[in-house]
């Protein structure tokens, strides 16, 4: 397994303060461990970030402070909620002779083959597989090769995962990691129906069913002439 090297340096600003670190590119940061006292540090920004994307978690760093070596882990960040920017970090100290516990990122590797025929759809049901291990022996993350699943319910689980013997799998084996499943038919919408066109004899025939039976025709004022004539 690949080891990182970090350079990190001890912290005298705390508090509100830090923001004035930030501005500077600098990131607070602290290391604590399970026969350590916690020592506050800070660390560049960019060199932070560039072990972060290739370490993640799980890749183990030797963290050089004041002439000293430190294995750690970077167990955690706090992250700003708008620009994801990283605001503080936390480097856990391991010894390398005792085993820890972390979460390996399952990463998919190939075309299903019931997704390339358009039968059905990939699902990854599982993203991070538990496990223990030496620091040394933690995989950075697990590649599953997907593209023997041709058929839908077809899938992967923990137990076909291939390891090393030095980690051991704290996940349920029965744990489902990727999974085929059938596509969504869409329903077609009913064909709109046209309204029929009105002719004049329908319309006529519309005004004699509600005119009522006997009803007096409105008389003209011709009409009333003649009447008053004769």
């Given amino acids: 397994m690949k080891t990182y090297t970090l350079t990190v340096e001890p912290r005298t600003v705390f508090g509100r303060k830090t923001k004035n670190l930030r501005r500077d590119g600098i990131i607070p940061a602290t290391i604590y461990g399970k026969k350590i006292k916690s020592e506050s540090v800070q660390v560049s920004r960019d060199a932070f970030m560039k072990i972060y994307q290739s370490a993640g978690e799980t890749g183990l760093v030797e963290l050089s402070l004041s002439g000293s070596h430190r294995p750690v882990l970077i167990h955690a960040t706090q992250t700003h909620p708008v620009t994801d920017a990283v605001l503080h970090a936390e480097f856990h100290q391991v010894d390398l002779k005792e085993k820890v516990k972390a979460d390996i990122p399952i990463i998919s590797i190939g075309t299903p083959a019931a997704v390339s025929q358009k039968t059905g759809l990939l699902i990854q049901t599982l993203n991070d597989l538990e496990v223990a291990a030496l620091p040394a022996d933690l995989p950075e993350n697990i ?74 025709v409105e008389k003209t004022d011709t009409d009333k002439s003649d009447k008053a004539a004769i």
């Fill in 143 to 216: 590649e599953v090769d997907v593209s023997a699943l041709s058929q839908v319910d077809d899938q992967i689980r923990v137990a076909d995962l291939k390891l090393s013997d030095n980690v051991e799998v704290l996940t349920a084996a029965d744990q489902s990691v990727f999974r085929i499943v059938a596509p969504v038919k869409q329903e077609e919408p009913p064909p709109a129906v046209e309204p029929e066109a009105v002719t004049a004899e329908d319309e006529a025939a519309v005004d004699k069913e509600q005119k009522p039976e006997g009803a007096e």
